[in-house]
């Protein structure tokens, strides 16, 4: 049975995700909750790398015995961005707790991006990734207030 989840405010998210490591261990805790396994194998048995932080190695699916590389981030919406991972926290936060939706320019002009178009492509990436059923694990329960659902017309089976 799963738990409802309380949704964070302003001060508490700020609390909560301080900075870009605050994210990544959130993100790691809810990834991978019984220990980090290969994003490639499945492996676990994989090693913290040496010099960096949030990356591992796994010599499991690497045939040459040169070690595959991985990061937290790797296969996320979040992979690949020079934006950092506490901005795009902050507006998956703006995004769930705006009670009729928020728009790329409104994110825009809150935080602050240099473009517009950064701000979009972020929003586009985070909706698309929420309909990936992956990427729900991340999310725990959705709570949605004044929702109708069903109709005139509609048949109840």
Same mark, same amino acid.
């Given at each position: 049975?799963?738990?409802?989840?309380?949704?964070?405010?302003? %001060?508490?998210?700020?609390?909560?995700?301080?900075?870009?490591?605050?994210?990544?261990?959130?993100?790691?805790?809810?990834?991978?909750?019984? &220990?980090?396994?290969? *994003?490639?194998?499945?492996? *676990?048995?994989?090693?913290?790398?040496?010099?960096? #932080?949030?990356?591992?190695?796994?010599?499991?699916?690497?045939?040459?015995?040169?070690?595959?590389?991985?990061?937290?981030? *790797?296969?996320?919406?979040? /992979?690949?961005?020079? =934006?950092?991972?506490?901005?795009?926290?902050? =507006?998956?936060?703006l995004?769930?707790?705006? %009670?009729? !939706?928020i728009? #790329?320019?409104?994110?825009?002009?809150?935080? &602050?991006?240099?473009?517009?178009?950064? #701000?979009? !492509?972020?929003?586009? %990436?985070?909706? #698309?990734?929420?309909?990936?059923?992956?990427?729900?694990?991340?999310? !725990?329960? =959705?709570?949605?207030? /004044?929702?109708?659902?069903g109709?005139? &017309?509609?048949?109840?089976?």
């Open positions: 049975m799963t738990k409802a989840i309380h949704q964070l405010s302003l %001060k508490e998210f700020e609390r909560r995700f301080p900075d870009d490591d605050a994210c990544k261990v959130y993100l790691t805790e809810c990834r991978w909750p019984d &220990g980090v396994c290969c *994003v490639r194998c499945g492996s *676990v048995e994989v090693s913290a790398h040496a010099t960096r #932080a949030f990356h591992w190695q796994c010599n499991a699916c690497s045939p040459s015995g040169t070690n595959y590389r991985f990061s937290v981030l *790797v296969g996320t919406v979040f /992979e690949n961005t020079n =934006v950092p991972l506490r901005q795009w926290f902050q =507006v998956l936060h995004m769930l707790t705006s %009670k009729k !939706g728009s #790329a320019l409104q994110i825009y002009r809150m935080l &602050g991006f240099g473009s517009y178009k950064t #701000a979009w !492509g972020m929003c586009h %990436k985070l909706r #698309a990734g929420m309909q990936d059923e992956k990427f729900h694990r991340l999310m !725990g329960i =959705v709570e949605v207030d /004044e929702t109708f659902v109709g005139q &017309g509609e048949k109840q089976t």
